[in-house]
């Protein structure tokens, strides 16, 4: 069985930093793309950054694009996202994904299995 576990989230000051964490089980993580998004309340869930199986590629949203860094331990087998310089517009639910294959990773339909989603809250 597949288990995607979040954790991390909290509240912070504009200017701050977090990491979060996402403990995968039941796959591997070189097998698959792994990925994070998010969403604020109102709004439909949007792709934060995705890291290819080798590791070798990764991709970012213009709005994180330097601020953001998407990792993995394969030790601990578990991604990360570490998130610097936050802004109130950070604020929303992050989830993490992962999936087999991708078309350009950057949509939910690209991925088979979900997190439950770490709330983040970036206050000015």
């Known amino acids: 069985q597949v288990q995607l576990v979040e954790s991390g989230g909290g509240s912070v000051q504009a200017g701050g930093s977090l990491r979060l964490s996402c403990g995968v089980s039941g796959l591997a993580l070189d097998s698959y793309v792994m990925a994070w998004f998010r969403q604020a309340p109102g709004r439909e869930r949007e792709f934060v950054a995705w890291?290819?199986?080798?590791?070798?590629?990764?991709r970012y949203a213009d709005s994180v694009q330097g601020r953001f860094t998407i990792s993995r331990d394969y030790a601990q087998n578990t991604i990360y996202l570490q998130m610097n310089s936050l802004k109130p517009e950070d604020t929303a639910i992050y989830y993490c994904?992962?999936?087999?294959?991708?078309?350009?990773?950057?949509?939910?339909?690209?991925?088979?299995?979900w997190g439950q989603g770490t709330q983040v809250t970036v206050s000015s």
């Open positions: 994904a992962a999936a087999r294959e991708i078309n350009t990773g950057t949509t939910r339909r690209d991925y088979d299995y």
């Open positions: 890291r290819s199986r080798s590791g070798y590629i990764t």
